[in-house]
């Protein structure tokens, strides 16, 4: 909850101005992979606006737009996906996650090469059967004249 007279937006807005790591040594590996995905997702999405800047809109050949946008996003993305990380109650979600995934019961590779072959072969068969009563049905209302 938050403080009493406090807004919670400004504890976020004090959280991005701060350049230390909550919890350095916990739930690293969530953390590494969440921070991956979305560095992944705002490179992707500066690398298509800057797409967008120099296919959709006649700048001339001033390249600072083309570039230059796209990249100052990149780089105020980066921070604030690396203070979203850090943030406190999302940070702790990921350590409790990481923590979770530890008393998982992972199959063996044998036993998870078996289930996704049950998985691919039950898709198959649905489709096929899908298929199957697609023709039949069209067959069907082609014969008595309802569609041509």
């Given at each position: ?49 800057s ?34 990380n ?45 298929f ?17």
């Amino acid at each position: 909850m938050a403080r009493e007279g406090s807004f919670a937006g400004l504890d976020f807005g004090r959280e991005l101005l701060r350049a230390d790591t909550y919890k350095p040594s916990q739930g690293q590996v969530a953390r590494k992979i969440t921070l991956t995905s979305l560095v992944v997702v705002l490179a992707v999405g500066c690398w298509r606006l800057s797409e967008y800047l120099r296919g959709g809109v006649n700048w001339g050949e001033s390249w600072q737009v083309y570039y230059g946008i796209p990249l100052a996003i990149l780089v105020l993305g980066l921070w604030v996906c690396f203070r979203v990380n850090n943030y406190p109650k999302f940070a702790d979600f990921l350590i409790s996650v990481e923590g979770e995934m530890h008393k998982v019961s992972w199959p063996t590779w044998p036993v998870l090469v078996r289930s996704s072959g049950v998985v691919v072969l039950l898709i198959f068969f649905l489709a096929f059967s899908l298929f199957a009563f697609d023709i039949f049905w069209r067959s069907f209302f082609e014969f008595i004249g309802v569609v041509i």
